[in-house]
């Protein structure tokens, strides 16, 4: 079974829209890092979070980590076509070890 | 946070060649890793790159397959040999820093025909 649960697969908003991302551990998770790509290239680094209860926003982005460490959202306000891409949750499921990854969000916005 | 240099970027490649990617890091790091995202896929981590010894490699992955080296902090080599249609997908390298998480390289995409 996945380590990372990430939700939804997909999504289509319109250009505007607010939209949320989730990603669920039944552990404890060390850190918790988002990152986004676009299709075929690398991945662009967007937020890391360790402690529970953490808040952190650029732009128009903010990921939360929930008290308990094993839970994590990203929203976007006012989506733009720019947010477009594929979206990625990665987690410390052991401390310093290696990043497991959650099967990531595609997200389309529909100008 | 540190800066990865990968490549080739991309490439075409015969059935049964070998291809070797490189990762070029701008200051030394402990933690190396090598992801492969297959089409439509996440992320999968191939192996950890350990420096002066052998990598450690996760569940799948053998070194046969993919032998890695890493002869300093800064520089690691992943090598897809033998090579099927099947390993068409994008390999990344990653780097970890305690202060700044997980870097990754822009990934080479590779095509097996």
């Known amino acids: 079974s996945q380590e990372l649960e990430q939700s939804p697969q997909s999504l289509i908003v319109q250009e505007g829209k607010n939209l949320t991302i989730n990603c669920t551990s039944s552990k404890t998770l060390y850190g918790l890092y988002w990152y986004k790509q676009k299709y075929g290239e690398g991945l662009i680094f967007l937020m890391m979070l360790q402690k529970g209860g953490e808040e952190k926003s650029h732009e128009k982005i903010t990921a939360k980590l929930d008290e308990k460490k094993q839970q994590s959202s990203l929203h976007i306000t006012a989506s733009q076509p720019s947010h477009a891409g594929i979206y990625l949750c990665?987690?410390?499921?052991?401390?310093?070890?290696?990043?497991?990854f959650g099967a990531g969000t595609i997200l389309r916005v529909k100008s | 946070s540190a800066v990865i240099s990968q490549k080739p970027s991309r490439d075409i490649c015969q059935r049964g060649t070998s291809l070797t990617i490189q990762c070029q890091v701008d200051?030394?790091?402990?933690?190396m890793f090598w992801y492969r995202q297959q089409p439509g896929q996440s992320l999968t981590l191939i192996a950890t790159?350990?420096?002066?010894?052998?990598?450690?490699?996760e569940s799948g992955f053998v070194i046969d397959k993919f032998p890695i080296s890493r002869p300093n902090l800064t520089f690691s080599t992943l090598t897809v040999s033998n090579m099927s249609p099947e390993d068409s997908s994008i390999y990344l390298c990653?780097?970890?820093?305690?202060?700044?998480?997980?870097?990754f390289g822009s990934g080479t995409r590779l095509t097996v025909v």
């Open positions: 790159a350990n420096q002066g010894s052998e990598a450690t490699y």
């Open positions: 990653s780097v970890g820093q305690t202060n700044y998480g997980y870097t």
């Open positions: 200051s030394q790091v402990t933690m």
């Open positions: 990665g987690a410390d499921i052991v401390y310093g070890n290696k990043l497991v």
